[in-house]
């Protein structure tokens, strides 16, 4: 059996299991295996109740559906869907914080405040707001407005696509494929991929390529940023990562899921004096907030807080039995989860009403009062705390440092005079850093956990590459100590170091959760902008990657990326490989439409090959393979950071 896990604490966990454990994920992935290939490749179809059907290209009974369909349509339509469910997800999520800075726009009582105006301003310039003569709280109303009209819209582009290059704009209409409203690029994907509609799998996969350009440039950019408005511009920031921040003599709450609607109110309940007061009266230390995958990487590179683990360590922070309350919102969030926190005293707590789990306490965030709602949950987490039996906390936990935005980056190479990804620019085009690999996405049971996630960036770092990430991926590579300014001289090449070492980050940046995957897209843009590297994003020496995927929002990332001009590989496998004909067209044919395509590959230590051989082609046509020469740029680099 291959290993589970690389991280220790897994292990820790895993072995203390005895029969009366609960199950977890890894043992209903045993569970179901073997995986039904016509599942896994794409083939299977249940768009009708003609079906469901099974086809199998080549054979003389199953070549087609009942319908006639094919398998490049069925796969195409299968992939499609995975797209408009992972953008509706983002998206969903994008509406609920524009509604939320509207609420703080109109509602002084809310609790929530617009805490970075820079960006409120930034945003509101982008989307052509006057701003003059108007009140902090009317720009982030018109902001907020604008913003929820691009989810309605009928006819026109969504706002954010025009911070794209300007040739790629062109390039999206010339394929007609920019976004009109979020909603309706996933209501059409939805209609188009029903029975007998859409019949030709490269006009489904425009389509497709249209509602996921809607979630990176519209839902997951409209998230991102608003968000920022609400509750900060990320900037680099210290914290500890793994299942050993639980603490044993603090009341530990753990927030799990992705809006940080939920979480940055809990940030601030979490500091009430008489809570923790009544904390005390329990026995208590004091209040532990932690996190799971993206609430956590929302509440680190926002206040520093500690990550308790990704996606796959959800139910062993509960087996720890320090868990006095978990608290969910929506997405990726284990419906194993009663089941597990019914072995020990762990209060599970559902706050989103669009995520309801049975045996969970309800309390509604979406009420009127949510710093109440949020103090009241806090309350419930202190008093389970006396009951608490038998505590076994790993002892892994790691020192990182998160909150690389592109304005943080932009500040930390271009320094405080002048803000601006030139020096990275310059160090690119000098050949210092060979270019920027986006290394995003889950873990998956399926593969051992978090291995491919590190063996890949460890070898891009240590080809002057610089990784930028988010979500689990970041979390796992945080857990092997990359996010640490010191891993620059242990792991990465000679030229990224010098570069760290001279800036002083790591050479793996964690930029946030996977909406924030739209941070990476406006950094490229910006790259073009500066000059030097190409008049389009497909010409940068960059590509992305998640070696681990397992959520239909990574297809809908892996997609726009793609859209976006960028070479984007999967680790796992991919549900399309059923279909000869639809793989040459997303492995091989969209590079002609898009300049960007899609590639799968298992092996991590392949991966990177792909990936490091895709940025040497694009270093190639760019003309800058050799790199100038050092000496000089030497000099330029000194004064830039003075
Ligand atoms: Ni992204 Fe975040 Fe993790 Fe995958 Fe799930 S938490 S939105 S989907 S599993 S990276
Ligand atoms: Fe089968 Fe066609 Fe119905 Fe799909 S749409 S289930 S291929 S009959």
Redesign the pocket.
């Known amino acids: 059996m291959a290993k589970r896990s690389i991280d220790k604490s897994v292990e820790h966990m895993l072995d203390r299991k005895t029969p009366d454990s609960p199950e977890t994920i890894w043992d209903r992935a045993d569970n179901q295996k073997p995986h039904c290939t016509f599942g896994e490749q794409g083939l299977c ?4 109740y ?4 099974r086809v199998k290209p080549g054979s003389k009974k199953r070549e087609r ?3 006639g ?1 094919t398998a490049e349509v ?1 796969v195409a339509r299968n992939f499609a869907r995975m797209i408009a469910s992972g953008a509706a997800a983002h998206s969903d999520h994008g509406r609920d914080v524009a509604e939320t800075l509207l609420l703080a726009a109109k509602d002084p009582d809310s609790g929530y405040t617009i805490r970075d105006e820079r960006k409120l301003n930034k945003v509101a310039r982008a989307f052509g707001i006057d701003t003059k003569d108007k009140t902090t709280e009317e720009i982030a109303a018109a902001v907020a407005e604008t913003a929820l009209a691009d989810f309605g819209r009928q006819e026109g582009e969504v706002a954010f696509t025009h911070l794209a290059p300007e040739p790629r704009q062109a390039l999206w209409r010339d394929h007609d494929i920019v976004p009109r409203g979020i909603d309706r690029e996933i209501v059409e994907v939805m209609h188009r991929t029903g ?1 007998g509609v859409d019949q030709d799998h490269r006009s489904i996969m425009l389509q497709g390529a249209r509602a996921a350009l809607a979630d990176g440039w519209g839902g997951s950019m409209i998230a991102t940023e608003l968000q920022d408005i609400l509750f900060g511009t990320p900037s680099p920031v210290r914290g500890q990562v793994n299942l050993g921040v639980l603490s044993e003599t603090e009341v530990n709450i753990v927030v799990h899921g992705h809006e940080p609607v939920l979480s940055e109110m809990l940030v601030i309940a979490a500091k009430d004096p008489e809570l923790i007061a009544l904390a005390k009266t329990k026995g208590a230390a004091g209040i532990n907030l932690a996190g799971i995958c993206c609430t956590a990487n929302e509440i680190l590179i926002r206040h520093g807080l500690p990550v308790a683990g990704n996606i796959l360590q959800q139910e062993l922070a509960i087996w720890t039995g320090a868990v006095d309350a978990m608290v969910v919102d929506v997405q990726c969030i284990m419906p194993s989860l009663p089941e597990v926190a019914r072995c020990y005293h762990t209060r599970l707590v559902t706050t989103s009403p669009k995520g309801r789990i049975p045996g969970a306490k309800h309390f509604d965030l979406s009420d009127k009062r949510p710093l109440d709602t949020a103090k009241a949950i806090v309350k419930e987490a202190i008093l389970n705390f006396p009951n608490r039996d038998k505590v076994d906390i790993p002892d892994e936990k790691m020192d990182l440092i998160a909150g690389f935005s592109h304005e943080a980056i932009n500040y930390m190479l271009g320094g405080s005079f002048r803000e601006s990804y030139s020096p990275l620019n310059d160090n690119v085009i000098n050949g210092r850093i060979k270019g920027v690999a986006g290394v995003v996405g889950c873990s998956n049971p399926k593969v051992t956990h978090d291995q491919a996630h590190v063996s890949l960036t460890e070898e891009l770092i240590a080809n002057d590459i610089l990784v930028v990430q988010t979500g689990c991926s970041a979390i796992a590579c945080a857990k092997a100590g990359f996010l640490r300014p010191e891993t620059a001289e242990k792991y990465a090449g000679k030229g990224l170091a010098e570069v760290c070492k001279a800036v002083g980050m790591p050479p793996v940046l964690h930029s946030g959760s996977c909406v924030d995957n739209s941070r990476i897209l406006i950094a490229l843009s910006e790259m073009v902008k500066i000059g030097g590297l190409g008049s389009d994003i497909s010409e940068l020496p960059v590509a992305g990657a998640a070696p681990e995927w397992m959520s239909e929002k990574a297809i809908a990332i892996g997609q726009y990326f793609v859209a976006s001009g960028v070479y984007t590989v999967f680790g796992v496998g991919l549900p399309v490989e059923g279909s000869k004909i639809f793989s040459k067209h997303i492995f091989k044919e969209f590079e002609e439409v898009f300049g960007g395509m899609w590639g799968v590959e298992a092996d991590p230590g392949k991966m990177a090959t792909l990936i490091i051989d895709h940025i040497n082609s694009k270093r190639e046509k760019l003309g800058i393979s050799k790199g100038r020469e050092r000496v000089l740029f030497d000099m330029k680099m000194r004064r830039e950071l003075e």
């Open positions: 179809c249940r768009a009708c003609m079906g469901p059907c559906g009942v319908c369909a069925i029975m």
